[in-house]
């Protein structure tokens, strides 16, 4: 970049992870480098280990180098892991920091398939796991113990939106070693820094946002500082995590436009949220950004803005009236995941787990997804739908 001068979110979006050094670097986009052998020159250079010799395909060619370049840039990571999912980035890292015989807190709302892995192969391995309290903050403090050897963190929980207190909970477990890490795929690396809140590792499920396309499964790993990012690179070499190029391309190509995507959802997302406040249907709108959330001051605090996604809890319905809701809607898709270009809903109840605090809500809680449809047509979609609960 030409002037020493911090240049903007956007502009570093566009400008970062565009290697000089690859071959085609007269092409916008990196290209798609697709390799398992790289060649060397002589035999000798073979186990010469040299930095800038290019080993073999699994550690990546220079497709997924540009793309961890932009998201250790977006994350202000010193170093990253890409895995084949989100899901993937989460159990791996976690792999990486728990010990045999170790203690291992986590956020009660944490992601199911998460919680999933943690208890049905996690647990199997000799760890103890035990949820905490989302709202713990610095009372975490007692739960902590001489074996803890990691928190994780998932800020909000993309469920229930509850918010965890990062830099209480960093300050905490770094004077006591403890290794920290977040998923943190709700704030897209771009609405949440929270390596420079102190946390070790930034998660990301790029599925979502990164991509935005709803069309390629991808994780990634930000690490803090060098020494966390090798532990993290060193488990993916010996364990052969590795990703294609051309799904590492289509997430870079994802990312260019993730920044414009992500304000018109924030906005949208808002709109929607603010007009279901209204609606005698609704018991509860969960959205970090409204300032009834209960965690209002610690979004303000942390966050620099709020993503597409968002809850509310209906008033007590039978389940068949909120199957009619949902199927009465034409523009909101009905499946998992989010963060695409086009908007999403789903009902949640089958998949909230909860042991440290149970879920007590008496209403249904129906999830959207906002996508970049005009806000008026999806709030008159969704005030049709809502026909279907009287
Ligand atoms: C909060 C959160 N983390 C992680 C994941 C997993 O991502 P992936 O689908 O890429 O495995 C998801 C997917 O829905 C998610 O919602």
């Not at 001068?5 to 916008?28: E, S």
């Not at 390596?195 to 599925?207: C, F, H, P, V």
Request: net charge negative; with cysteine.
């Amino acid at each position: 970049m030409s002037t020493d001068k911090p240049k903007g979110a956007h502009t570093r979006l566009v400008h970062t992870g565009r290697p000089k050094h690859q071959y085609h670097a007269d092409l916008v986009n990196p290209a798609i480098e697709r390799a398992s052998t790289i060649l060397f020159e002589r035999a000798a250079d073979l186990y010469a280990h040299k930095p800038d010799q290019r080993f073999y395909g699994r550690m990546g060619t220079a497709t997924q180098t540009a793309l961890c370049d932009a998201i250790a840039d977006l994350e202000g990571a010193a170093g990253m892991v890409l895995t084949p999912s989100g899901l993937a980035a989460c159990t791996m890292a976690l792999q990486v920091v728990c010990k045999t015989g170790g203690h291992l807190l986590v956020s009660d709302s944490v992601y199911g398939p998460t919680r999933g892995f943690l208890d049905e192969v996690l647990a199997k391995t000799g760890i103890k796991i035990e949820y905490f309290d989302p709202r713990a903050g610095a009372a975490l403090k007692r739960q902590l113990r001489d074996n803890t050897c990691a928190i994780f963190l998932e800020s909000p929980g993309s469920l229930t939106l509850e918010i965890n207190d990062l830099p209480a909970i960093a300050k905490m477990a770094r004077s006591r070693g403890i290794t920290t890490l977040i998923d943190n795929t709700w704030g897209a690396g771009w609405f949440l820094k929270p390596l420079a809140l102190g946390i070790d590792y930034s998660i990301q499920a790029a599925t979502k946002y990164h991509t935005g396309h709803s069309d390629v499964l991808m994780g990634a790993i930000a690490a803090r500082d060098e020494t966390s990012a090798k532990r993290m690179a060193d488990y993916a070499r010996l364990g052969g995590i590795t990703v294609s190029p051309d799904d590492a391309y289509l997430v870079l190509r994802g990312m260019r436009t993730m920044g414009v995507r992500l304000e018109r959802q924030e906005q949208s997302a808002l709109s929607i949220a603010k007009w279901f406040r209204g609606r005698d249907e609704v018991e509860q709108v969960l959205h970090p950004a409204l300032p009834e959330h209960p965690d209002h001051a610690l979004w303000q605090r942390d966050f620099s803005g709020s993503s597409g996604l968002f809850s509310i809890i209906l008033k007590p319905v039978p389940t068949k009236k909120v199957y009619a809701f949902l199927d009465r809607l034409e523009l909101f898709g009905l499946g998992f995941s989010w963060g695409g270009f086009e908007s999403l809903a789903i009902h949640c109840d089958p998949q909230i787990r909860r042991t440290a605090n149970p879920w007590t809500a008496a209403g249904p809680l129906v999830r959207f997804s906002i996508g970049l449809e005009d806000v008026d047509d999806l709030i008159a979609d969704i005030e049709a739908g809502l026909e279907e609960l009287d």
